[in-house]
């Protein structure tokens, strides 16, 4: 097997850590108004340095900042998108686990003028993270373009006032995207990840009900997605890889939706313009492996066969078998190994403890290592 020393990496992760105590209570003390933003920053900072110390004593290649400066994974970035605004949510979202349901209403979406991309969001945070890499390559999480539409559908987000046409919201939406990458591309930033829940959640035929109910096609909702990523992402440098994960849901070790990848596999791998894949395969509701039958020679499969929602260790032989599994759909020189979706997505994190984190990302190297050397 070839060494990978492009991204991504054949022992890798998603992105997000768990927060430390001291950062939790930071946020609150700055929320209640008991210490500066600056203040803040300060711990913020040295969480990050002990983040990446963590992630490079392990032997991973690639480093994140853990998303330590968010409260969740998408929607910090969104509502610093040029024209976005936050709006009162009025829609229930439904989170799954094994001890029964989460429920809550977050925040919604509204554009009220033309997208633009006024400033390179996260661009203070990935230089710190830059500053602090050594010789670790620093990787940026952002959500993918679909995530500013999916949850809501197009007329619930776009007021008409500002969009009469909405095919010119998407073609500034992508735009919009496309200058944010090329003003990363300009810091610097050599890999870059997407972060979309809705190309994996169009595998559930409950949330393509959804999508139908509310008026959309959601027979071809991800060719319009593809497209708009795709058109994100076309000016990116050769130097820039890009990545994108695609979650099923990730919030307090609950999840939202289920199936294989069948649906979307076709169009995905053969026309999503990225160099790798981040795929959630840590239980039967990922479905199997067949759907990598249509990954061309080229791209890169992360397999997310390391839960980050429970704090079990996965047994090393099983890790070795799944891949080689996996092996027959895909050739394992495109195949790597990560956990299947990050550790806190949002800042309440899932429900393991910082010593079930490491032993996890320590895992994927070790497994990573004696299968392709």
Same mark, same amino acid.
């Given at each position: 097997m070839s060494t990978r020393t492009v991204p991504p990496f054949r022992a890798d992760h998603v992105g997000s850590l768990l927060r430390p105590a001291r950062l939790h209570a930071a946020r609150a003390d700055r929320e209640a108004g008991r210490i500066t933003a600056q203040e803040l920053r300060a711990v913020e900072d040295e969480a990050v340095r002990e983040a990446v110390a963590l992630q490079q004593s392990v032997g991973l290649k690639s480093v994140t900042d853990g998303e330590f400066r968010r409260a969740t994974w998408h929607m910090d970035f969104v509502y610093q998108i040029g024209g976005i605004g936050k709006a009162p949510g009025n829609l229930v979202s439904t989170f799954h686990n094994e001890g029964g349901d989460i429920?809550?209403?977050?925040?919604?979406?509204?554009?009220?003028? !033309?997208?633009?991309?006024? !400033?390179?969001? @996260?661009?203070? =945070?990935?230089? @710190?993270?830059?500053?602090?890499?050594? =010789?670790?390559?620093? !990787?940026?999480?952002?959500? $993918?373009?679909?995530? %500013?539409?999916? +949850?809501?559908?197009?007329?619930? %987000?776009?007021?008409?006032?500002?969009?009469? =046409? *909405?095919?010119? @919201?998407?073609? =500034?939406?992508?735009?919009?995207?496309?200058?944010?990458? +090329?003003?990363?591309?300009?810091? #610097?930033? $050599?890999?870059?990840?997407?972060?979309?829940?809705?190309? $994996?959640?169009?595998? /559930?035929?409950?949330?393509?009900?959804? *999508?139908?109910?509310?008026?959309?096609?959601? #027979?071809?909702?991800?060719?319009?997605?593809?497209?708009?990523?795709? #058109?994100?992402?076309?000016? +990116?440098?050769?130097?820039?890889?890009?990545?994108?994960?695609?979650?099923?849901?990730? @919030?307090?070790?609950?999840? %939202? $939706?289920? #199936?294989?990848? /069948?649906? %979307?596999?076709?169009?995905?791998?053969n026309s999503l313009d990225v160099d790798g894949f981040f795929l959630e395969y840590d239980d039967e509701r990922s479905g199997g492996f067949e759907p990598l039958r249509f990954v061309p020679p080229g791209k890169q499969v992360v397999l997310g066969l390391v839960t980050t929602k429970r704090p079990q260790l996965e047994s090393p032989d099983d890790l070795k078998r799944r891949i080689e599994e996996a092996s027959k759909y895909v050739p394992l020189d495109q195949l790597c190994l990560s956990g299947q979706c990050g550790f806190a997505s949002t800042a309440e994190g899932n429900a393991l403890t910082a010593d079930d984190q490491k032993a996890k990302l320590e895992l994927i190297v070790s497994v990573a290592d004696e299968v392709w050397g």
């Open positions: 429920e809550f209403t977050p925040d919604a979406i509204r554009v009220g003028r !033309k997208v633009s991309m006024d !400033k390179t969001i @996260f661009g203070e =945070d990935f230089a @710190f993270l830059q500053s602090i890499a050594g =010789d670790s390559v620093p !990787k940026l999480t952002i959500p $993918a373009p679909s995530m %500013v539409h999916y +949850r809501s559908g197009i007329r619930a %987000v776009v007021d008409e006032s500002v969009y009469p =046409d *909405v095919e010119e @919201f998407w073609t =500034d939406l992508s735009a919009a995207y496309a200058e944010e990458v +090329r003003r990363l591309a300009a810091q #610097g930033c $050599a890999y870059l990840q997407l972060d979309d829940t809705s190309l $994996a959640y169009l595998n /559930d035929p409950a949330q393509r009900a959804y *999508v139908a109910e509310r008026g959309e096609d959601a #027979g071809s909702m991800h060719l319009r997605y593809i497209a708009l990523t795709n #058109g994100a992402i076309s000016g +990116r440098p050769a130097g820039m890889a890009v990545t994108t994960h695609l979650c099923r849901g990730n @919030f307090q070790s609950s999840w %939202v $939706a289920s #199936g294989g990848y /069948d649906f %979307v596999a076709e169009a995905l791998f």
